[in-house]
C-alpha cells in the first residue's frame, strides 16, 4: 500500500476526516477564546475609565477665582501624554473648560455627561472613535458640571488584535502539531494494512504461497478467510488438474483401441473410406484432449503460483531429454549473463513452454537448436530458441499458433504444440514471437516485470 | 526381433501385440510392473514398449530400475500422459523415445526403426553387408541387386543375422529372438530355418562354428 494518499484510498479519508477535525476544533477554540478575551477586556477597559472618570470627579474643584481646577493631576500618566488617546474634560456653563494635556485638539461632547449617573458611548475623539464616559455634577451655583474622559477605541482594538494575532499563530501551530499527530496516527493505525499489501505483492510475485504476517484482531479473520480460499483454490486446481490427467488417461487408452480398430477397417475390402473417417475424428478427438489438458495443466486464472524458474537449471534436464529424442541434432545452451536468475514464474508450465519450443526445433533443425537466454538490466528477459532449419513462409507463420497448423505431415506431432506454447505464454504473462533469422526460425519468449504487475 | 509389450490394458495390448506380430516382430506381453520386472531377458530384446500407468507400479521406476541394471535395449515410452514434463522425466530415466496415445501403428513403426538404425549407428533403414541389402521397412531382400523371396521366419532369421554380424549366436539365441516365450521351440528348427536360407543367399555368408553356433561374415 502506498504511503501517499490516493483518491478513494482510507488514507485519504482518515486524512480528511483529521483535518475536518483539526480545523473545527482550532476554528471553534479560536472563536472561543477571541470573544471570551475581548469581553473580559472590555469589561476591564470600562471598569478602568469608570475609575478614572470617579477619579476626575472627585479631583475637580472650583477654585477661589471660580475656575475649575484639579487638586492634582490623574494618576494614569498617558491623560499628560499629547494625543495619547486617553482624555478627559470638564465642563460648566460660565466657566471655562478644562481638558487634559493630552488633548491638544478638538473638544469631547459634554452632552454625554447629562446625568448624575455615570454613561458611556463610542462617539468621535481628538484621535479617532473614542469610549467615551461621562456624568454630571452639581457646582456651587448649583449649575452642571461635566465630566467626561475619552479612550480611544483603537486603544482597545490593539489589545485585542494583538491576543488574536498571537492566538492565531498558536493554534496554527498547534492546528499543524495535530495534523502531523493525526498522520502518524494514520500511519501507526494502517501499518497492518501496509504489511498486508507487502505480503500480497509477495503473494503475486510468487514468492508467497499465502498472505504472510500477524494482524490485528479486526484484519487477522479475513487474511485467514482469505489464506483459507487460496489453499482451499490451490487444492481445487491441484485436484482438477489430476482428474483432467485421469480424464485423459482414462480416454486415450480407448481412443488407442478405435484408432487401432479403425486402421484395421481401413486394411478390407470398402473399408478405407470409413476408417478414414474414424481416423480423423479420433484425431480430432485426441488433439482436443491434448489441448484442453495442456490448458488445465497450466496455471490458467493462478498465474502467480510460489515457484521460481531458476537459470540455467530449468533448461539443462529438457536439453538432456532433448538430445535423447533428436539424438542427430546438436543442442546448444548459451546462457549468456543469466546464470542464478530466478524468474518468478511457474517452473512446470515455463518448463513445459520450453520443451515445446525445443521439440518443434528439433524436428526441423537440420543440425543445431540453439537456446539463447539474454538478461536485460531492466529485468527484462529473454529466451530464444533457434534452429538451423528451413524456416517459415510468411504464411505460414500467420497461421502457426492456430490449432493444427501442421507444415510437414511427413513429421510427428498433431500441430497443437506452438497453439498450447501461445496458450502457455499468455498464462504465464509472457510474449511469444516467432521469426526468420539468417539461419533458420527463432522462438523468442520474453519476460517483462512490468507484465506481472497488473 | 522379439519385442517386450508393457501395457496393462488388456484389449490395447492385445492388439498392439497382433500388430507387431504382423509386422514380424515376435512379442511377449508384461501387463503389470511386477510381471515386466521379473521377466528373465529383457537384456536380450530387441526393444521395449513401455507404458507408464501400470496398475501396481510406475513404469518410470521400472524403465529406472532396468537402466540401473545396465539394460541397455532400446525403450519406447508408450503412454496416455502427454505433457512434456513427463516427457522429460521418461527421457532422463533413460527412455529412448516417448510416444503418447493413441498413436498409428505407422508411427510407432517408423520410431520403433529410427530406435534400431540408432542403435546400430545407421541413419537409414537399410542394412548392407557384402552383396546383400536388408530393408526391415518395406521387407525386402537384394543379393547382388536381384530380390530374393524369403519365408517371414527366413526373413527375420537374415534380419537378425545381418544386424549382428560378426557376433557368434547360439541355436537358443536364435530361437529367443524369433520365437516368443510360449511357443512351440525346437532347436532342429534353426538348423532347418539356416539351410534353407544358406541356398539362397550363398553357404559363404553364414559360417557354422562347431559347438558354439552360427556367425554372419561381415
Known amino acids: 500500500m502506498s504511503s501517499r494518499p490516493v483518491p478513494g484510498s482510507l488514507r485519504l479519508r482518515f486524512l480528511l476526516a483529521i483535518t475536518l477535525w483539526v480545523v473545527l476544533g482550532i476554528g471553534a477554540i479560536w472563536f472561543s477564546a477571541v470573544g471570551i478575551f475581548s469581553k473580559h477586556v472590555e469589561e476591564s477597559y470600562h471598569e478602568e475609565l469608570e475609575v478614572h472618570v470617579r477619579e476626575l470627579g472627585r479631583l475637580a474643584e472650583v477654585g477661589p477665582d471660580g475656575q475649575l481646577r484639579l487638586t492634582r493631576p490623574l494618576s494614569d500618566p498617558r491623560y499628560e501624554e499629547p494625543l495619547s488617546g486617553f482624555y478627559w474634560q470638564i465642563t460648566a456653563r460660565n466657566r471655562q473648560a478644562l481638558r487634559s494635556e493630552s488633548m491638544t485638539r478638538g473638544t469631547l461632547d459634554e452632552h454625554i455627561a447629562h446625568s448624575p449617573e455615570i454613561l458611556h458611548t463610542l462617539e468621535n475623539g481628538p484621535s479617532g472613535p473614542a469610549i467615551t464616559y461621562g456624568f454630571t455634577r452639581k457646582g456651587p451655583s448649583d449649575e452642571d458640571i461635566h465630566f467626561v474622559i475619552a479612550t480611544d477605541q483603537s486603544e482597545l482594538d490593539r489589545l485585542i488584535g494583538s491576543f488574536t494575532r498571537d492566538l492565531s499563530l498558536w493554534l496554527v501551530g498547534l492546528g499543524v502539531f495535530l495534523l502531523a499527530t493525526g498522520m502518524a496516527i494514520i500511519s501507526f493505525g494502517l501499518h497492518p494494512l501496509d504489511r498486508l499489501s507487502v505480503a500480497i505483492g509477495r503473494l503475486r510475485r510468487g514468492e508467497a504461497q499465502d498472505l504472510e504476517g500477524r494482524y490485528p484482531a479486526e484484519i487477522a479473520p479475513l487474511v485467514a478467510d ?227 504487475e497488473r | 526381433m522379439r519385442l517386450l509389450v508393457v501395457e496393462d490394458d488388456p484389449e490395447l495390448g492385445r492388439r498392439l501385440s497382433d500388430r507387431l506380430r504382423a509386422a514380424d516382430f515376435a512379442v511377449e506381453l508384461a501387463t503389470c510392473r511386477n510381471e515386466a520386472e521379473d521377466w528373465p531377458d529383457v537384456g536380450a530384446m530387441a526393444a521395449v514398449i513401455l507404458d507408464l500407468g501400470l496398475p501396481d507400479g510406475d513404469g518410470i521406476d521400472l524403465l529406472r530400475h532396468w537402466r540401473n541394471a545396465r539394460v541397455e535395449t532400446p525403450i519406447l515410452i508408450l503412454t496416455a500422459r502427454g505433457s512434456w514434463q513427463d516427457k522429460v522425466e521418461g527421457l532422463n530415466a533413460g527412455a529412448d523415445d516417448f510416444v503418447v496415445k493413441p498413436v498409428r501403428f505407422e508411427e510407432l513403426q517408423a520410431r520403433l526403426n529410427a530406435l534400431f538404425r540408432r542403435q546400430q549407428g545407421t541413419r537409414n533403414n537399410l542394412l548392407e553387408i557384402g552383396d546383400l541389402s536388408l530393408d526391415p521397412i518395406a521387407r525386402t531382400v537384394e543379393h547382388a541387386g536381384v530380390p530374393l523371396a524369403l519365408s517371414k521366419q527366413e526373413f527375420r532369421l537374415l534380419h537378425l543375422f545381418m544386424r549382428r554380424a560378426g557376433q557368434v549366436m547360439s541355436q537358443a539365441d536364435i530361437l529367443d529372438d524369433l520365437y516368443e516365450l510360449d511357443a512351440d521351440r525346437e532347436l532342429n528348427t534353426v538348423e532347418v530355418l539356416v539351410g534353407r536360407l544358406r541356398r539362397k543367399i550363398g553357404r559363404e555368408h553364414i559360417v557354422t562354428q562347431r559347438g558354439m553356433g552360427y556367425r554372419f561374415e561381415k
Not at chain 1, 232 to 249: E, G, P, T, Y
Not at chain 1, 257 to 283: F, M, W
Not at chain 1, 306 to 318: G, N, Y
Not at chain 1, 436 to 441: A, D, E, Q, V, Y
Open chain 1, 226 to 452: 482469505l489464506n483459507a480460499y487460496l489453499h482451499q483454490n490451490a487444492d481445487m486446481i491441484a485436484k482438477s488438474r489430476v482428474q483432467a490427467a485421469n480424464l485423459a488417461h482414462s480416454l486415450r487408452t480407448p481412443l488407442a483401441v478405435i484408432t487401432d480398430e479403425a486402421e484395421r477397417l481401413g486394411e478390407t475390402a470398402g473399408g478405407r473410406e470409413p476408417s478414414k473417417v474414424l481416423l480423423d475424428q479420433a484425431r480430432a478427438m485426441e488433439q482436443q484432449i491434448d489441448f484442453q489438458l495442456a490448458r488445465a495443466r497450466s496455471s490458467t486464472g493462478q498465474p502467480y503460483s510460489a515457484r521460481w524458474v531458476r537459470l540455467p537449471e530449468v533448461a539443462e534436464p529438457i536439453l538432456r531429454a532433448m538430445k535423447r529424442l533428436h539424438p542427430d541434432k546438436h543442442f546448444v545452451l548459451e546462457t549468456n549473463n543469466c546464470d542464478g536468475v530466478q524468474l518468478p514464474l511457474d517452473e512446470v508450465d515455463y518448463s513445459e513452454l520450453l520443451s515445446i519450443l525445443l521439440d518443434n526445433a528439433g524436428k526441423w533443425a537440420t543440425r543445431e537448436v540453439k537456446l539463447q537466454f539474454v538478461c536485460e538490466p531492466n529485468q527484462s528477459f529473454t529466451a530464444r530458441v533457434i534452429d538451423d532449419g528451413s524456416g517459415m513462409t510468411e504464411k505460414e507463420l500467420s497461421h502457426a499458433f492456430e490449432i493444427g497448423s501442421r507444415f510437414d505431415r511427413q513429421k510427428s506431432g498433431s500441430g497443437l504444440g506452438l497453439a498450447i506454447a501461445r496458450d502457455l505464454a499468455d498464462a504465464l504473462g509472457l510474449t511469444l514471437d516467432l521469426s526468420n533469422t539468417p539461419s533458420g526460425l527463432a522462438a523468442t519468449v520474453c519476460f517483462h516485470p512490468a507484465s506481472i
